[in-house]
T-cell receptor
Framework: GQNIDQPTEMTATEGAIVQINCTYQ??????LFWYQQHAGEAPTFLSY????GLEEKGRFSSFLSRSKGYSYLLLKELQMKDSASYLC???????????FGAGTTVTVRA | NAGVTQTPKFRILKIGQSMTLQCTQD?????MYWYRQDPGMGLKLIYY???????DKGEVPNGYNVSRSTTEDFPLRLELAAPSQTSVYFC????????????FGPGTRLTVT
């Protein structure tokens, strides 16, 4: 099965940059997803990486290293609305079922 | 396009009661999922379906049942509710296997006392 680790909490200042790390162990790799979840709301898709390297999408970027079993989500120019939980997820052996990490709660302070 | 809808939003059950959580999607997705989310524990897959008439167990299926008679609907049944089933339940759908994002419903917050 999958073993996914990410930090529990991070705090940063408005306008700053925060990097959320995710390490995983999986028996077969079919990509890695990042989701954002605001308190009391449903998760929403942020990014998907299947090849090594950095994928940039506006203020958010996601990086993957398959050989190291490592990914990070980079949030730039932080805004108050970025305060949320960020979930790292990898597909299980059957690639349509996702295994989620516990999530990293990011708090943005003024 | 409403996406994925869930009812009810909130529910309090007594121990031993039963209920059905409803989930409907209007995106014609074949794949549908039920998750539960406990504080600090992430999302755990309860059941999933790859098409009408086909369902299978996820990581934590005990105490739950599902059915999938149509592409749109994927109800989750709780029989003999227990306090351990207090959680937030999310339904999700995706268009296929592989690199497809899952679309989540707004969730049902269930308390069993």
């Amino acid at each position: 099965g999958q073993n996914i680790d990410q930090p529990t909490e991070m705090t940063a200042t408005e306008g700053a940059i925060v990097q959320i790390n995710c390490t995983y162990q999986t028996s077969g790799f079919n990509g890695l997803f990042w989701y954002q979840q605001h308190a009391g709301e449903a998760p929403t898709f942020l990014s998907y990486n299947v090849l090594d390297g950095l994928e940039e999408k506006g203020r958010f970027s996601s990086f993957l290293s398959r050989s190291k079993g490592y990914s990070y989500l980079l949030l730039k120019e932080l805004q108050m609305k970025d305060s949320a939980s960020y979930l790292c997820a990898v597909p299980m052996r059957d690639d349509y079922k996702l295994s989620f990490g516990a999530g990293t709660t990011v708090t943005v302070r003024a | 396009n409403a996406g994925v809808t869930q009812t009810p939003k909130f529910r309090i059950l007594k121990i031993g009661q039963s209920m059905t959580l409803q989930c409907t999607q209007d995106m014609n997705h074949n794949y549908m999922y039920w998750y539960r989310q406990d504080p600090g524990m992430g999302l755990k897959l309860i059941y999933y379906s790859v098409g009408a008439g086909i369902t299978d167990k996820g990581e934590v299926p005990n105490g739950y049942n599902v059915s999938r008679s149509t592409t749109e609907d994927f109800p989750l049944r709780l029989e003999l509710a227990a306090p351990s089933q207090t959680s937030v339940y999310f339904c999700a759908s995706s268009p296929g296997a592989g690199p497809y994002e899952q679309y989540f419903g707004p969730g049902t917050r269930l308390t069993v006392t």
